[in-house]
């Protein structure tokens, strides 16, 4: 969106980017609401932390699944008609969860419902992409992952309290319900590109030009470096924030349910603070790869401080679980700088491939994690011991460590070079309509 459209199209991106993101909170509910009621569902269902890691990583292997056909469907038919087609799989997805009597079925809504939401993400950030200049992508990129985040504060404290009122299965009726208007919502209001956007003149790309140019993606040479800490960064601290953060409180630490709940939701608050925060600061100091790799190295200390101290006191779990929310929105700067690897017209396709590996990455940690805390013996009482945990937390330390040092070697793209390529592209638009 450049500074000489009207009011009334800076008044209409708006809207639209903050109809994705309100949709955009349905997603982060049902993706973190096993943090809470996680042990609700394995005392319900008589199943073990395997078959719970294997059930919460479902919905990011549908998620990570949908990314590349999300990203085709993109870039030939737009975002307004992909996110609403995709959150109708998602409000099925969901309602099968919500009703299962048993946990295949809870899995197989599980999956659904990643698959049905998987477009979110991407679908804002391509619109993002086309409505406003890329100096503002990181900003808003964090402002709607801030909004979605409220999510996963309704996923704490308020579903704790919901659990206990009116059951796990009558909170995720009423969000079932909001999904369904909030994809009504995406089909009214929002649009695909501004008027005179090249997106909306384009001559549709037969299947071999968008496999050919899905294959100029997979080729870029800096795509590996990124999708190294994508795959990793995110996939560490939702395991945390989205699955064990709320048992180990509960196991290790004896707090209850809601005081649990409690303790994530101010994590939650912390993320969207970070979000706030952290998005802006590639304008600042002019640089997204050291902001990705110092966020990285400071949660991969927090998850070592947990690790490494033994029978540590409720204050330093509670910290480091506020913590690792706070930096958990380094992620994005991971993305951004992805982002800027491709040019407009494989930015639906380029965003999807990294979208997959960070998807894929949750789904096989929390996969993998439940089978690290479940190869410990349970405690007399059922909960599993501090050191299984902590044999989680280091194993997280190890990989995140790598990642960073992969991603090291990539090519830092900085704002201020992006925003010379875009002025210079319209000044090689104008030049020509001034010589005529």
């Known amino acids: 969106m450049s500074p000489g459209m009207s009011r009334g199209i800076r008044r209409q991106a708006v809207i639209i980017v903050a109809t994705l993101a309100t949709a955009y909170v349905a997603s982060h509910f049902f993706r973190a609401a096993n943090v809470t009621i996680g042990l609700d569902l394995m005392r319900d269902l008589g199943i073990g932390p395997e078959a719970l890691g294997a059930l919460t990583g479902a919905f990011f292997f549908g998620f990570s699944a949908m990314q590349i056909?999300?990203?085709?469907?993109?870039?030939?038919?737009?975002?307004?008609?992909?996110?609403?087609?995709?959150?109708?799989?998602?409000?099925?997805?969901a309602t099968l969860f919500t009703l299962a009597p048993a946990w295949p079925q809870l899995l197989a809504g599980r999956a659904l419902m990643g698959a049905g939401f998987g477009v979110m993400l991407i679908g804002s950030m391509v619109v993002i992409s086309r409505w406003f200049p890329p100096d503002?992508?990181?900003?808003?990129?964090?402002?709607?992952?801030?909004?979605?985040?409220?999510?996963?504060?309704?996923?704490?404290?308020?579903?704790?309290?919901?659990?206990?009122?009116?059951?796990?299965r009558g909170v995720f009726g009423l969000m079932v319900a909001f999904t369904a208007l909030a994809a009504l919502g995406v089909w009214v209001?929002?649009?695909?590109?501004p008027p005179g956007h090249p997106f909306l003149a384009r001559a549709p790309e037969t299947a071999a030009e968008m496999i050919q140019g899905l294959g100029e993606v997979m080729k870029n040479p800096q795509?590996?470096?990124?999708?190294?800490?994508?795959?990793?960064?995110y996939a560490c601290t939702f395991t945390v924030q989205g699955l064990w953060g709320g048992p180990f409180l509960r196991e290790v630490h004896g707090l209850t349910r809601v005081e649990s709940g409690n303790v994530l939701l101010v994590a939650v608050i912390a993320y969207q603070i970070g979000m706030l925060t952290i998005s802006p600061l590639d304008r600042v100091f002019d640089t997204r790869k050291r902001i990705a790799i110092a966020g990285t190295l400071?949660?991969?200390?927090?998850l070592a401080t947990l690790a490494f101290w033994a029978e540590a006191p409720l204050w330093v779990a509670v910290g480091a679980i506020v913590g690792i929310?706070?930096?958990?929105?380094?992620?994005?700067?991971?993305?951004?700088?992805?982002?800027?690897?491709f040019p407009d017209r494989l930015i639906g396709r380029g965003i999807a491939t990294m979208n997959t590996s960070v998807m894929?990455?949750?789904?096989?940690?929390?996969?993998?994690?439940?089978?690290?805390?479940?190869?410990?013996?349970?405690?007399?009482?059922?909960?599993?011991?501090?050191?299984?945990?902590?044999?989680?937390?280091?194993?997280?330390?190890?990989?995140?460590l790598l990642a960073v040092t992969v991603y090291g070697r990539s090519r830092d793209i900085r704002p201020s070079d992006e925003l010379r390529a875009r002025q210079a592209a319209l000044t090689q638009q104008v030049r020509p309509q001034r010589v005529a």
């Open 298 to 302: 400071l949660i991969a200390a927090i």
């Open 69 to 93: 056909p999300c990203g085709f469907l993109f870039d030939r038919y737009g975002p307004r008609r992909t996110v609403t087609g995709m959150l109708a799989v998602a409000v099925i997805g």
């Open 136 to 168: 503002r992508f990181a900003t808003l990129a964090g402002i709607v992952l801030s909004v979605g985040l409220l999510g996963n504060l309704l996923a704490t404290t308020p579903l704790a309290w919901g659990t206990e009122m009116i059951g796990w």
């Open 223 to 233: 795509l590996k470096f990124i999708i190294a800490l994508n795959f990793c960064n």
């Open 360 to 400: 894929l990455g949750v789904a096989c940690m929390q996969t993998l994690s439940g089978v690290i805390v479940g190869a410990f013996d349970p405690l007399p009482d059922g909960a599993r011991s501090e050191e299984a945990y902590r044999t989680l937390f280091g194993f997280m330390v190890v990989v995140l």
């Open 325 to 341: 929310g706070f930096l958990s929105a380094s992620s994005t700067m991971v993305m951004t700088h992805g982002r800027a690897i």
């Open 189 to 193: 209001i929002v649009r695909d590109a």
